[in-house]
């Protein structure tokens, strides 16, 4: 059975820190996505990350993969207030069906 | 990206009942699936809904709780039946499409909200 294991669960940082949130899975998949969700929102895609080394980054936030390691992830650098939601990262297998991680809990404090 | 519609958006309902809920694509998709996010929690896969056959359920889910459509390529319902508190929580299709990049993405619809009292 798939597992899929995010850290920090909860994380309260203040604007302008850096911090990275890991993503570790224990089966191989080439294919990893990180989701945004907003409290009483659906899932917002953030990344899709397609194979081993993808580097991916938009704003403030960049998304690596290495599927060797098994280990996705996701860097928030100068965090600022807007970033505050639940991040999630999905290994997807075989169908294209998605295994979620448990999700981190982001609080950006001004 | 598709644009994704579920109907209902919430809905309060009571023990013992049943709610079928709607999954409307902008464009025809070749996957599309539904989830289940219980509250505070992750989403985990109820089932693939394959279009002209039977849904694929993923394990701890069964047919006759969880009945699920897919007429076409664009459409599907999933039917929460004789429902119980423990029913409550957010219930997600999503679809996949093909992207910009011509690989597979995955979108979520907004999300059918359901509370069993």
């Known amino acids: 059975e798939l597992k899929v294991e995010q850290n920090p669960l909860f994380l309260s940082m203040q604007e302008g820190k850096n911090y990275t949130i890991y993503c570790n899975y224990s089966t191989t998949s080439d294919r990893l996505y990180w989701y945004r969700q907003d409290p009483g929102k659906s899932l917002e895609s953030l990344f899709v990350l397609l194979s081993n080394g993808a580097v991916k980054q938009e704003g403030r936030l960049m998304a690596s993969l290495d599927t060797k390691a098994r280990l996705s992830t996701l860097h928030i650098t100068a965090a600022v207030h807007d970033l505050s939601a639940t991040y999630f990262c999905a290994v997807e297998t075989s169908g294209s069906r998605l295994t979620f991680g448990e999700g981190t809990q982001l609080t950006v404090n001004p | 990206s598709a644009v994704i519609s579920q109907k209902p958006s919430r809905d309060i309902c009571q023990r013992g009942t049943s709610l079928t809920i709607q999954c409307q694509v902008d464009?025809?998709?070749?996957?599309m699936f539904w989830y289940r996010q219980q509250p505070g929690q992750s989403l985990t896969l109820i089932a693939t809904?394959?279009?002209?056959?039977?849904?694929?359920?993923e394990s701890g889910f069964v047919i006759d709780k969880f009945p699920i459509s897919r007429p076409n390529l664009t459409f599907s319902t999933l039917t929460v039946s004789n429902m119980s508190p423990e029913d409550s929580s957010i219930y997600l299709c999503s679809v996949s499409p093909i992207g910009p990049s011509g690989r597979y993405e995955q979108f979520f619809g907004p999300g059918t909200r359901l509370t069993v009292l």
């Open positions: 464009s025809q998709v070749t996957m």
């Open positions: 809904a394959n279009q002209g056959s039977e849904a694929t359920y």
